[in-house]
């Protein structure tokens, strides 16, 4: 397999990226490695805000825990749910992590539903633990995107703008490669490349950008929740346009309709109605 990756019209080269490091003759995936670092960095962020707000970080701490492994199986589950075909001659296969097959809104789904038990057991405010965490959920989405960098995956149909990248065909999956990308491959010194929009690169940017937003607007916020409501409100509006870009959609059986995009655009009318609701009664009460 060639390893390069090159994004040709910034003019970037790199002619060497792997996939993984071997420590004791056991392979560690890049992938595995910058989602554990996404998760560590939203855990410590929304330990930090909890500080901020006066609340005891020693509860965020205790709800990563849940959160994380309920998050973690709740992806691989929306993920393996919507790529059954891909899965249901090897079952053993679903256990296998490292070579990705994590959908963000399994584990979103996952750990909304952690978060509401866990604050019913601890009779904590719901609301106030989906703001607090929710900063830190952006953040570890930001971070996490890159593990499909190095496993050259999560990309975009052809194209040709500034921010295009370049793989080789040997290095991805077939099932990703689409007749346009066929129609305008290239073939260099009898290596075929492909060129895609680096759709894991958008996403990370978007999260970034929301992530600021939520930042600058916590301190104004109206009502607890709202700031995890902004959060699925901006989110998925960048979810919707990024997902009708991949090639990698996972398909509503029957409809053949991207799933990740439906829920995305469900959320985002779902969270800006309850957002004007809750305002609304703020402001006649």
């Known amino acids: 397999m060639h390893r390069t990756i090159d994004f040709p019209n910034i003019g970037i080269h790199l002619s060497d990226v792997g996939d993984h490091i071997t420590v004791l003759n056991f392979d560690i995936a890049y992938y595995g490695m910058i989602i554990g670092l996404g998760i560590l960095a939203g855990i410590f962020i ?10 005891n970080p020693e509860n965020y701490y205790d709800l990563a825990i849940y959160a994380v492994i309920c998050a973690v199986a709740g992806a691989r589950a929306y993920y393996v749910i919507f790529s059954w075909d891909m899965y249901k001659g090897d079952l053993k296969s679903i256990l296998n992590l490292r070579q990705g097959g994590l959908a963000i ?18 009779k904590l405010s719901a609301p106030l633990l989906f703001d607090t965490a929710g900063l830190g959920l952006v953040a570890g989405q930001m971070i996490g995107r890159w ?6 995956e999560a990309f975009g149909e052809y194209t040709d703008s500034l921010l295009a990248m370049r793989l ?14 066929r129609e305008h ?19 990370s940017l978007w999260c970034m950008m ?14 607890d929740g ?40 469900v959320l985002v009318v779902l969270s800006a109605g309850i957002i004007l609701w809750k305002r609304k009664n703020i402001r006649t009460s």
């Open 210 to 223: 929301v992530l600021i937003l939520l930042l600058l607007y916590r301190r104004h916020k109206k009502f």
């Open 46 to 55: 929304a330990a930090a805000e909890a500080k901020r707000t006066g609340q």
């Open 185 to 203: 491959m290239e073939t260099v010194k009898g290596v075929s490349y492909i060129q895609v929009h680096p759709t894991y690169l958008y996403e």
């Open 147 to 152: 593990g499909n960098f190095f496993n050259r």
């Open 105 to 122: 809104y399994g584990g979103v789904i996952a750990a909304i539903i952690t978060v509401i038990i866990f604050a019913r057991v601890k």
């Open 226 to 265: 709202e700031v995890f409501l902004l959060y699925l409100l901006g989110y998925g509006l960048g979810r919707v346009w990024i997902e009708g870009l991949r090639t990698d959609q996972l398909l509503i059986p029957g409809i053949e309709f991207p799933v990740s995009q439906l829920l995305a655009g």
């Open 168 to 181: 080789p065909l040997d290095a991805v999956r077939d099932s990703d490669v689409t007749a346009l990308m």
